[in-house]
């Protein structure tokens, strides 16, 4: 199965990066393919210049996948399971908050949880530019430690 998958005109990108557990490192990974059978995962890791750093395969117990939610932030940014984002709104001020990107499984879709512990579905904000993505929950846990502390 590869990472990615294309249907005609109508584009279906299914993606996948996944957070790499291996050795005293942990990295996040683009999954290139993803073998069912044997359990594992080919991957490859970029440095900040976007240049190739690592090309590697991962088993069962040494990766989390994180599927693309197919929405991108107001910097054009893909947005995946496990990423943090910060959001606002303009029409109200104090609509800001910061909440990681999850499965939500009341809604069969990605979503975040308010400032007042609701569920909300990505596909159901109709202005996802106010969304900006600012880490990753496994990179950037202090973001969300600081949020609980407001």
Request: with cysteine.
């Amino acid at each position: 199965m590869n990472g990615t998958k294309e249907r005609g005109n109508n584009e279906l990108r299914i993606k996948y990066r996944a957070w790499i557990k291996k050795g005293c490192e942990s990295k996040m990974g683009e999954v290139t393919s993803i073998n069912l059978d044997e359990g594992y995962i080919n991957y490859i890791v970029c440095n900040e210049q976007n240049e190739i750093e690592i090309i590697g395969l991962a088993y069962l117990d040494e990766y989390i996948l994180l599927q693309y939610t197919g929405l991108k932030d107001k910097n054009s940014k893909e947005i995946y399971e496990g990423d943090i984002l910060r959001y606002s709104f303009p029409y109200d001020r104090r609509l800001r908050h910061i909440s990681p990107v999850s499965y939500l499984d009341t809604q069969a879709s990605f979503g975040i949880v308010d400032f007042y512990g609701n569920n909300i579905p990505l596909y159901d904000i109709p202005a996802n530019n106010y969304f900006e993505v600012v880490g990753n929950i496994y990179e950037n846990e202090e973001l969300l430690k600081s949020e609980e502390k407001k």
